[in-house]
């Protein structure tokens, strides 16, 4: 069964950093499918969740959402079997609870994974930003 498990949330001031980590289990990064899309949500509250940043098995390829292009950074350790999001320069509108999903059959560009898209989520770990 695949399992994802965030860490890494936390209280943090504005224009400070934090570093995600999603840790997969129940398959390994690069043999057991042929091509994925694997990567970050957020939803705040009273809002719907929304994509962040995404990565491709495939191609490397990656995706930000606009508010967050230039401040954050997602990479992917096969060895480990993990995908990490590095937030800095964080803004309290990054508030919200950032939730990890895959998408276990995608090819080509990773592009945005749609909700709907994704098979498996994690529990979700909080990033509160102070002003």
């Known amino acids: 069964e695949v399992k994802l498990v965030e860490s890494g949330g936390g209280l943090v001031q504005a224009g400070g950093s934090l570093r995600l980590s999603c840790t997969a289990s129940?398959?390994?990064?690069?043999?057991?499918?042929?091509?994925?899309?694997i990567g970050w949500f957020r939803q705040a509250p009273g809002k719907e969740r929304e994509g962040v940043s995404f990565?491709?098995?495939?191609?490397?390829?990656?995706y930000y959402t606009d508010s967050v292009k230039g401040r954050f950074t997602i990479s992917r350790d096969n060895a480990k079997n993990t995908v990490d999001l590095q937030m800095n320069s964080l803004k309290p509108e990054d508030t919200a609870v950032y939730y990890c999903?895959?998408?276990?059959?995608?090819?080509?560009?990773?592009?945005?994974?749609?909700?709907?898209?994704?098979?498996?989520w994690g529990q979700g770990t909080q990033v509160t930003v102070s002003s």
């Open positions: 999903g895959v998408d276990l059959h995608r090819w080509g560009p990773v592009g945005q994974i749609a909700i709907n898209d994704v098979e498996y």
């Open positions: 129940g398959f390994i990064f690069d043999d057991d499918f042929d091509s994925y899309g």
């Open positions: 990565i491709s098995s495939s191609d490397g390829s990656t």
